[in-house]
């Protein structure tokens, strides 16, 4: 997706801007800040020009290398690996896993093992911050369904998103039909309610402190898009 992923989301705006809000009320620049599949900077670019150090991480070299192209003062770092086994050698003001990132990890396990490398990642006083959609959005979907989302002026995006309730697993097969042709990229997600979210941190040492409907932090319901979450260390 590499290729096509900055045409996905936006770059610049409102919506990163009030996340660049948030994150600076909760730890402000220029505190050091990790972010958990960093992809091609999306976030991490703004974010450093806004003065935070950033360290990304990514399972996908095409899209750190995506990263590097796009980040204009070069002062991003980053590493490939498998946030799942996170071992960091810095410890981070600010941990970031936006946009339903976490919910990548397809098993109950690797959740947790991820909350666990993200309670070491963290600094003393630290916090990590987590943007994911509000389970509720794909746990009612009861058959197979299609959205249709613009790439280029020549290019669409077809999503057909299939959801095990048992598993809590949702099946989304992005469909990009372009100049190129057709390509298919399937990509599981595996959505946690907020209640197994804060047991899944009380395993790795960590607390939520708070939950928000957005980076505005409007208050939750069953409608809300997405969540905000904020955890810490227990003993912080
Ligand atoms: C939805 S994209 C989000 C990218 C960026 N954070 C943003 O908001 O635009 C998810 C990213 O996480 C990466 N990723 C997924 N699972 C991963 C894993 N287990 N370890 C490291 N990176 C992973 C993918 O390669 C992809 O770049």
Known sequence: MADVYDSLYPTSGPAIDS????LDELRPAPASL?????????????????GYRVHGVDASPAMLAKLHENDPTGGI???VADFSALVVE?????????????????????????????????????????ETYNPQNYH???????QIGHLAADALLLDTIQVNRQLQSALVVHTILGPAGLRKVPEVSRYAWPAEFDV?????????TGRWAGWDRSPLSELTEKHIVVVERQNA
């Open 19 to 22: 996340m660049i809000t948030f």
């Open 200 to 208: 899944m941190a009380r395993l790795a040492g960590l607390r939520v």
């Open 140 to 146: 009612r979907l009861s058959e197979a369904t299609t």
């Open 34 to 50: 990790l972010e958990l599949g960093v992809g091609t900077g999306r976030l991490a670019i703004p974010l450093a020009e806004h």
């Open 77 to 79: 770092t980053s590493s």
């Open 90 to 130: 810095e410890r981070y003001d600010l941990v970031l896993t936006a946009l339903n990132t976490f919910f990548m990890l397809p098993t109950q396990e690797l959740q947790i093992s991820c909350l666990r490398g993200i309670h070491d990642a963290l600094a003393d006083g630290g916090a990590a911050v987590f």
